[in-house]
């Protein structure tokens, strides 16, 4: 093989991880901003809200940074127009999105049909022992119940960020590569006598 045509293969690998990169980018995107279908003030308790098309959808909170949210004091329920509950699972991943005086956190997840829909807060505590028990110990004031909220998000599959986070790898493995070897493979290969 000719030294010009091994760098150009090699710097070929560049765009081939920028369009990689992209791509996951964006497939990430929808995890952490996916559209907001509502929210409600946490003192509400109750909201009805409507859902475009079936898919998966994710429950988050939201409030001040650095404040001790009702997290572990409560329970949420979604039923549909017919009184059937939403099954919400566990979030696998503590998926968090700051700013500069709020943030966000995913709360759990779950898949329905289109359709209306009531979300309710429960005084009850919740199953999640471990998370209450950070709660209680964190020496911090607890969150303004008045700049707290409850948000309903499309979202994706868990899958989804399990597949993102190596072809993030690969990506960047792809452009660091073809450039070192773009610029240096051809000379290290004529050194050793390969080409």
């Not at 409030?63 to 509950?85: C, H, M, N, V, Y």
């Not at 995913?106 to 709660?135: C, H, V, Y």
Request: some cysteine; overall charge positive.
């Amino acid at each position: 093989m000719e030294p010009i045509l091994f760098r150009i293969l090699m710097f070929s690998m560049i765009p081939i991880g920028i369009f990689l990169l992209v791509k996951v980018i964006r497939m990430l995107k929808k995890t952490f901003n996916g559209k907001i279908i509502t929210e409600i003030p946490f003192q509400q308790k109750s909201s009805t809200f409507e859902l475009p098309e079936s898919g998966h959808y994710a429950i988050w909170q939201k409030g001040q940074l650095f404040r001790k949210t009702p997290i572990g004091d409560f329970k949420l329920q979604i039923q549909d127009e017919s009184g059937t509950i939403i099954r919400l699972n566990p979030t696998w991943f503590s998926v968090h999105k700051n700013g500069w005086d709020t943030g966000r956190s995913e709360l759990k997840k779950f898949t329905a049909p289109a359709g209306k829909f009531t979300l309710s807060i429960l005084d009850q505590t919740d199953s999640n022992f471990l998370r209450k028990m950070l709660k209680d110990t964190l020496p911090v004031k607890p969150v303004d119940q008045n700049c707290y909220f409850i948000q309903i998000r499309e979202s994706q599959p868990v899958y989804c960020f399990l597949i993102a986070i190596p072809l993030l790898t690969l990506s960047g493995f792809l452009m660091i590569i073809g450039l070192v070897a773009g610029l240096v493979g051809p000379q290290i290969a004529v050194d050793m006598g390969i080409f």
